[in-house]
């Protein structure tokens, strides 16, 4: 209890001390390397613009919307599930 | 400067669907042939390991664990550049100048990126876990890995891409469907699914925001930052270091992006007798922003020279002093320089403009910009700020096994502009019918 | 991130009051010094002025206050603001220890001493420098000669240079308990020679430096080189890297050795004893074809797989006559790397009669590359070789010990006559 209670503190007491950008001991803890600002904060941001264009502004069409997005879900499922399939292929000729 | 191809007529525009010559076979058994030949060797490669490269471990090994495949990969990413420029001048700029090859650069943009992830395929130890290693450890290792962030950046430009793609062409292919192959109906069909007319005006606006979302990621933050950024935040090798690597970057893929749709482009009016429908304009045009974007390459290679030499850190002045004492550098920053030289020349006196030149003058930027990056990722390795092994520099020169991938995927690009031109027609219809009578 | 703004400041909850109250001693003191060290920590708070703010306050609690203001020894410890939570918390630790008449009993470990809670506001401000420090490592701690910071087992190394001969017997040591292929030397060894030294030759042992802050295991994409919670071991899980190198070239030590091909050894001839590690992970011997090894401070052995009497103990420490490589528990300031550098210096005592400024002694001490920020968990005895300093041939060549020092002659031969000859 106590050693536990102790990195409570601790874990507390570090965060203003820890800058997660430059050098952080927390790494496996989701949501604090650079890379969460940077890719969903920084990168991405244009997308989510996209997006929410799409939607609000005028013109607008549900199924044109609908399908944008499909293709967006859809064409990132057919990329990484054509690797997929080629990795499979792959390590069970060579692997 | 506009030109009005809007005369040229739809039957002009479907012509790679409806010929069918010797000439094309030839060109596809080419591809065919490159891409046989990187196979033969890929094979080696998975069979017998890494070890049929000439990579090596730096450090007491005195090689380079990164080299030609990295180099490759980052030019391809670079390439695949031409598709937002071309798609951003026509849809957020207006630059109806260059409709005619707007296209041709989103198809470039799909078949180079392809290239770049077959680079990275053949660049692992272990390509058969790309998938199974890599997603799951998405979610926690995006937060800290550059190449995760690389990975994520790069399948959505490519996402992005090819739905610009998608909904753009569901106008063509509808309105062209009588002039189309029977024979691939079901493809037609699924490419048009629920497409109606008044759909046009809502599909012009999403692409628009497409094209302002891709223009910011792809350019500034992959290029400009997740790329330059798996070398520059290393702590461990000199000649990688430093911000100007983004601009640095950025302006050598717009270079050879430039440069790569010229040569499609180029390519498809010779094959195809498309005088009328890709103008010289086009072309001088694209000319014009070769010379610009190579001059911002040469003046960044400037920037990165001079704070090498003058006072750097002994580590960095090491490093640039090797990198400007190697040959190929300078045959590098050469073809560039003398592509910019002629691009300017040709705006001045335009009698100096010949589209033979201009593609000849492309290849040889392509050629340097791929010698600069791989310089730049086996030089930057060679450099390390932990200087204390003899056996660093040690030397690297590319083995057949990995040239032979740069022609496959060479290959690759012509397989798919081949089988590409023969689907889809790859000017838009836009381009030689009114926007009006779009919008209408 | 320093700012003026209060609410940046955790306050310590409910718990830790109990906790503190517990100890006997003023909560509210230790509340409010927690926090107040947190600004010391983010450079908000100067330590001058947090001594000065307390020191009524604690005599009046303790008695005593010999919380130290004073600048570290450069050798002790690390510049940066972490430390200074550290000394602090080292202050109340010899507060607690000062009340209780403990009186320097050096077996006991932090822990155990943490443990009695004798001024539990330590507890609060103890673990500021390694928090949430799922390294098992403790950032605060990385100071050549840091013997006590840090919770749980930190594996290091301390080598001192001064006594390596070159013999290369830690290399071929190395090689042969980790089956190593040809070149791929996990421990190697340079001879160098540097600047206004003349022809003397000086020798450096370079393991992986396990560095608590490792570029390597930051980049790796899918998280295969990982460092263990346990006990800071940085190691490679072969059974999910991918082989990208990436480790490879962020890594400033050049440590990492690709398996470029098939392995000299095969998999038949190594038992799982030396590759499986206590959480089931297979991360120790040489690694498979297609993904990246490197030195594992050897985990097996570390793991008790070898037998218990292996436990704290390498290959190349083994090998080692000339008492130059020692390996341990950086925490525990018993250990052997600790002790050795403590005992080198009080034999090399400075002149503090004639010169009372100078530290206490004369040993030269380092770590690779500091300035790159990888808190190394492997210091050095010795001189640094400076940026001149040039790689020589030994007194004893890598062939004759049986062993290739550049591995790219054998990856050169290629698949067919390479690795497996």
């Known amino acids: ?61 549900r199924f044109a919307n609908l399908l944008g997005l499909g293709y967006l879900a859809g064409l990132t499922t057919v990329l990484w599930g054509s690797l997929f399939v080629a990795t499979i292929i792959i390590g069970v000729v060579f692997f | 400067m506009s030109v009005d191809v809007t005369g040229v007529d739809r039957e002009t525009l479907v012509r790679p ?29 998975l069979q017998h390991g890494l070890i049929v490269t000439n990579l090596a471990d730096w450090g007491s090994g005195g090689g380079v664990p990164w080299g030609l495949y990295i180099g490759a990969f980052i030019w391809w990413v670079g390439i ?6 071309l798609s951003a001048a026509v849809r957020l700029l207006g630059m109806d100048t260059y409709q005619p090859v707007a296209r041709l650069a989103e198809l470039l943009t799909i078949a180079a990126l392809t290239c770049a992830g077959v680079f990275i395929l053949i660049h692992v130890g272990r390509p058969d876990r790309l998938v199974t290693s ?120 717009l270079t050879s992006a430039v440069s790569g749709i010229i040569i499609i482009s180029a390519a498809f009016r010779y094959a195809y007798g498309w005088d009328e429908l890709i103008p010289d304009t086009v072309f001088q045009g694209l000319a014009k922003w070769l010379g610009f974007f190579s001059l911002i390459f040469l003046w960044l290679q400037l920037q990165q020279v001079i704070t090498g030499i003058f006072a750097a ?59 600069e990056k791989v310089l730049f990722v086996v030089e930057g390795l060679q450099h390390a700020h932990f200087d204390l092994y003899a056996g660093v520099p040690g030397a690297y020169i590319p083995s057949p096994v990995e040239i032979s991938a740069v022609l496959g995927t060479v290959g690759i690009v012509v397989l798919f502009f081949l089988v590409v031109s023969k689907v889809i027609p790859v000017v838009e219809l836009h381009a030689i019918e009114d926007h009006e009578e779009v919008d209408a | 991130m320093s700012t003026d703004d209060e609410s940046m400041y955790a306050t310590p909850d409910e718990e830790h009051r109990r906790l503190l109250e517990e100890t006997g001693y003023d909560a509210d003191l230790g509340m409010e010094m927690a926090r107040d060290a947190q600004k010391v920590s983010a450079g908000d708070l100067s330590e001058v002025e947090f001594y000065r703010r307390y020191h009524d306050r604690i005599l009046e609690e303790f008695d005593v206050d010999d919380r130290e203001v004073d600048l570290p020894d450069p050798d002790e410890v690390d510049s940066g603001d972490v430390n200074a939570i550290d000394r602090i918390e080292g202050a109340f630790e010899g507060i607690g220890e000062t009340l209780r008449g403990v009186d320097g009993d050096e077996s006991e470990s932090r822990r155990s001493v943490m443990k009695k809670g004798a001024a539990a506001a330590a507890l609060g401000l103890g673990g500021l420098g390694s928090a949430g420090a799922t390294t098992g490592g403790d950032d605060g701690a990385a100071g050549a000669g840091g013997g006590d ?104 030590y050049g440590v990492n050795y690709f398996q470029w091909g098939e392995p000299d050894v095969p998999e038949s001839e ?62 525990d300031p018993e250990s052997p790397p600790n002790q050795h550098l403590e005992e080198y210096r009080s034999g090399q005592e400075n002149d503090l009669e004639e010169f009372p400024n100078r530290k206490e002694h004369t040993v030269s001490t380092f770590k690779l590359m500091e300035e790159r920020g990888t808190e190394p968990n492997v210091q050095f ?27 790219k002659e054998v990856l050169d031969r290629g698949a067919d006559g390479g690795e497996e000859a």
């Open chain 2, 134 to 253: 890599v997603l799951p450890a998405w979610p926690t290792r995006v937060q800290w890995s550059p190449l995760m962030w690389d990975v994520t950046v790069i399948t959505a430009y490519f996402v992005l891409t090819a739905t610009y793609l998608a909904l753009t062409i569901r106008y063509d292919v509808h309105r062209l469907r009588d002039r189309l192959p029977n024979v691939l109906e079901p493809v037609y069909r699924v490419i048009t699914v629920g497409y109606t007319e008044k759909e046009d005006q809502v599909v012009e606006r999403m692409v628009w925001w497409i094209a302002f979302a891709i223009i910011i990621m792809a350019p500034l933050l992959l290029h400009g930052g997740v790329i330059p950024w798996l070398f520059s935040l290393l702590p461990s090798m000199a000649g990688w270091h430093g911000g100007v690597q983004g601009p640095s970057f950025l302006s050598i893929a």
């Open chain 3, 381 to 407: 005895i010795g001189n640094e070789p400076s940026p001149h300093a040039e790689q020589v041939e030994g007194p004893v060549a890598y062939e004759d010990m049986g062993i290739t020092d550049n591995r």
């Open chain 3, 149 to 252: 910071d840090g919770e749980g087992t930190r594996w290091g190394m301390t080598i001192n240079l001064n006594n390596c001969d070159g013999c290369l017997a830690c290399m071929v040591a190395c090689d042969q308990e980790h089956n190593l292929s040809e070149g791929a030397n996990w421990m190697y060894v340079f001879a160098f020679e540097d600047e206004g030294q003349g022809e003397q030759e000086n020798f450096l042992p370079r393991t992986c430096q396990h560095c608590t802050d490792s570029p390597c295991t930051k980049v790796c994409p899918v998280g295969a080189r990982h460092t263990r919670e346990e006990d800071g071991l940085v190691l490679t899980d072969y059974d999910i890297c991918i082989g990208c190198r990436y480790c490879e070239v962020s890594c400033p």
């Open chain 2, 313 to 371: 850190p002994t580590t960095l002045q090491h490093a640039t002093e090797v990198k400007i004492a190697t040959p190929l550098y300078w045959v590098a920053i050469g073809l560039v320089a003398l592509a910019m030289l002629y691009a300017f020349a040709t705006s001045l006196r335009p009698e100096l403009y010949d589209i033979r030149v201009l593609v000849g003058m492309s290849v040889a930027v392509l050629f340097g910009t791929l010698a």
């Open chain 2, 17 to 45: 669907i409806q010929t069918f010559t010797k000439r094309y076979l030839a060109a596809l058994a080419v591809a065919f042939g490159l891409i046989g030949v990187w196979l033969f060797f890929y094979v080696q490669q």
């Open chain 2, 80 to 85: 695949a550049h031409g598709g937002i420029i």
């Open chain 3, 270 to 331: 190594i038992d799982d004893d030396h590759q499986i590690d206590d959480r089931g992970r297979w991360v120790g011997s040489r690694p498979p074809e297609g993904v990246m090894g490197k030195c594992t401070f050897c985990v097996d052995r570390q793991d008790g797989q070898m037998g218990e009497e292996k436990v704290g103990t390498t290959a190349c420490e083994e090998a080692c006559t000339m008492d130059a490589i020692h390996f341990g528990d950086l925490n």
């Open chain 1, 1 to 61: 209890m106590t050693p536990l209670a102790a990195s409570a503190v601790a874990a507390l007491a570090s965060g203003p001390a820890a800058v997660p950008l430059a050098s952080s001991p927390e790494y496996t803890l989701p949501f604090v390397g650079p890379g969460t600002y940077l890719i969903f904060g920084i990168v991405l941001l244009p997308v989510y613009a996209m997006v929410a264009a799409w939607f609000i502004g005028d013109p607008s069409d």
